[in-house]
């Protein structure tokens, strides 16, 4: 069965969004807790509890989980090489929520280099989504031709 370009997609950019403010909840989470300066075992057990026991880390595994979750998904739809340069484009979400919500400072250089990403992004998009015949298909085939 053939997966519709429109839902692939889709899926992307649900996968950006889930991606992308994962990674914003965990960065945030992180900032809340503060640097890890003191990497003995009494400041890392200091470490892993403030982590274990933070909301908005626990929000952003959740959000992570349900990107991972999409990310299988799609890899039965379509090419690992086209889907991976495709979610490049989470660096622009992920570059806009770090200055929108998290507040830090993105230079020009820093945003052109997200541009030149989205450029390589918009050009893998542009060819096809499934250049071999899923795992079920090939099986069936070898099946058929030994059955021959």
């Not at 009494?42 to 595994?61: C, D, K, N, P, R």
């Not at 979610?87 to 979400?93: E, G, Q, R, S, W």
């Not at 992004?121 to 250049?131: E, K």
Request: with cysteine; net charge positive; proline share 4%.
């Amino acid at each position: 069965m053939k997966t519709p370009r429109l839902r692939i997609y889709a899926l992307i950019a649900f996968m950006v969004v889930l991606g992308g403010t994962g990674d914003m909840f965990l960065s945030l989470g992180m900032k809340r807790i503060g640097p890890m300066e003191d990497l003995n075992p009494s400041g890392l057990a200091w470490a892993f509890v403030h982590t274990a026991t933070s909301a908005t880390i626990w929000l952003g595994i959740l959000l992570s989980l349900g990107f991972f979750v999409c990310f299988l998904t799609a890899l039965s739809w379509a090419d690992f090489s086209y889907l991976k340069p495709n979610l490049a484009v989470t660096y622009v979400f992920v570059t806009f929520l770090a200055y929108a919500v998290l507040g830090e400072t993105v230079t020009p250089t820093r945003w052109a280099s997200v541009a030149l990403i989205c450029l390589g992004s918009a050009m893998v998009g542009l060819t096809r989504h499934r250049t071999t015949a899923p795992a079920a298909e090939r099986v069936t085939e070898q099946v058929t031709e030994h059955a021959r």
